[in-house]
Every structure is written in structure tokens, then in C-alpha cells.
């Protein structure tokens, strides 16, 4: 992998609904960074699989990921519980998450020339997709807090799903995602530790800003 020199590389883990994907999308806007939300590959893989069970192969994810246009990841049948459900199964697959890899390692280290680097947030972003990123930021929050998000986030979308099912769906997906084989999600040593449980979207971005600021004007 040639990578792209003297960028601003962000690396993200997080469980779900954690603020993560708010708070990188407010990171790449600031500092013009490229922005790409891992775990979308995943949900639309998912789709994927859901669409074409019977004819569901490496080769046919392989085609589809080489081909995958930004704007595929945008689509809200994306945020569906079937395909959240169906999106950590494919993410156990080892052979689909070498595929993801590759695709995720272009968009770290190989952005775009208009963008001055890139942000990626996801569950194995500093411990395996981007290691050597120049800043790595673990976000994390209460579970009770982060289905109440969901749930809402549901509600604004009409999905017809209660408080006590995002919160099943969340402690399970929390489950496969830190006890999978491969990628578990875990914070590491040298990455910092933000919690949002009860930081606004503004005063998160503003720790983050202020910790990135230090770093970069020195």
C-alpha cells in the first residue's frame, strides 16, 4: 500500500451508537478530511447477503466492494435491525473482512487529493485497519443511553421498533463485536478514551478539536 505523505489520518472504535459517526463526520468537516464509515461496508454486505441468499460468495462481495460508489452507503434501508443483525454475521467471515481491508486501507492512506487526510470510525480501525494513525480516539457510552439514541433515530425514520428491542439488539451486537474472532472491538493502550454519556454533540467535538489542535499547531 503507497500511502499518500504528510496527511492527517483519525482512527475511531467504538461500540455502536456511541457518537462515533457524528462526531467524524464533524472531524472530517472541520479539518477536510476524508470520511468513511466502516461499518456501513458491512451493512451493506449485509444487504447484500439478505438479497442473494442462495448465490451469496466471496467473489460476488469481492466485485461488488471493487465497485462500491460512496453514494451505495448513503441509502437509509441501510439502518434496518434485519440488516444490523445480518451486517455482524458477515463481519465474523474472515475472508470478507481481508476484502473490507483493502478497501478501507485505499481510503485511509490513499484519500482523495482534495482532502488533507482521512477519518475512518468502525470497531477495528486502530487495532487493525489504520494502526499507525495520527490520532485514535476510543468512543464510548452508557448502553441505556446509546438505545435511547437508536430508539430515537428510529422513531425519526418510522421505524417501528421499541425502547426494549433497541436495547436487546444493542447488548447482543455489543456481545458479537467484542467476542469475534477476528477484529474484536477493544480499546487499546495508546488510544483516547472519550466518553459521551453526558458530552452534547458540540462539547464532544469540542474535546476532540482541542486535543487534535495541540498536536497539529505544534
Given at each position: 500500500?503507497i500511502?499518500?505523505?504528510n496527511?492527517?489520518?483519525?482512527a475511531?472504535d ?7 459517526g457524528?462526531?467524524a463526520k464533524?472531524?472530517s468537516k ?9 461499518g ?8 447484500l447477503?439478505?438479497?442473494n441468499?442462495k ?10 466492494i ?24 458477515v463481519a465474523?467471515?474472515?475472508?470478507i473482512?481481508y476484502?473490507?481491508?483493502k478497501f478501507q ?15 475512518l ?9 489504520v ?8 468512543i464510548?457510552?452508557?448502553l441505556k443511553?446509546?438505545a435511547?439514541r ?6 425519526n ?16 451486537r ?6 469475534r474472532?477476528?477484529?474484536p472491538?477493544?480499546k487499546?493502550?495508546?488510544s ?17 478539536k ?9
Amino acid at each position: 500500500m503507497i500511502k499518500r505523505r504528510n496527511i492527517i489520518t483519525v482512527a475511531i472504535d467504538s461500540p455502536a451508537a456511541a457518537g462515533a459517526g457524528t462526531q467524524a463526520k464533524l472531524i472530517s468537516k472541520h479539518y477536510n478530511l476524508f470520511y468513511l464509515d466502516t461499518g456501513k461496508i458491512y451493512r451493506y454486505i449485509g444487504k447484500l447477503k439478505l438479497a442473494n441468499e442462495k448465490k451469496f460468495t466471496y467473489n460476488l462481495v469481492k466485485r461488488k466492494i471493487s465497485n462500491l460508489k460512496f453514494s451505495y452507503l448513503n441509502d437509509k434501508k441501510l439502518l434496518s435491525n434485519e440488516i444490523a443483525i445480518s451486517a455482524s454475521q458477515v463481519a465474523k467471515d474472515k475472508k470478507i473482512r481481508y476484502i473490507v481491508h483493502k478497501f478501507q486501507q485505499k481510503c485511509a492512506y490513499q484519500p482523495p487529493k482534495k482532502f488533507k487526510g482521512s477519518v475512518l470510525d468502525g470497531r477495528d480501525i486502530i487495532t487493525i485497519q489504520v494502526k499507525d494513525a495520527m490520532f485514535k480516539f476510543y468512543i464510548t457510552a452508557n448502553l441505556k443511553i446509546r438505545a435511547l439514541r437508536r430508539f430515537n433515530e428510529y422513531k425519526n425514520l418510522n421505524k417501528k421498533m421499541t425502547y426494549d428491542e433497541v436495547l436487546k439488539s444493542l447488548k447482543l451486537r455489543d456481545k458479537s463485536d467484542k467476542e469475534r474472532k477476528y477484529g474484536p472491538l477493544k480499546k487499546t493502550k495508546d488510544s483516547i478514551l472519550i466518553n459521551t454519556t453526558k458530552l452534547s454533540k458540540k462539547s464532544c467535538f469540542k474535546k476532540i478539536k482541542s486535543i487534535m489542535d495541540k498536536k497539529l499547531n505544534n
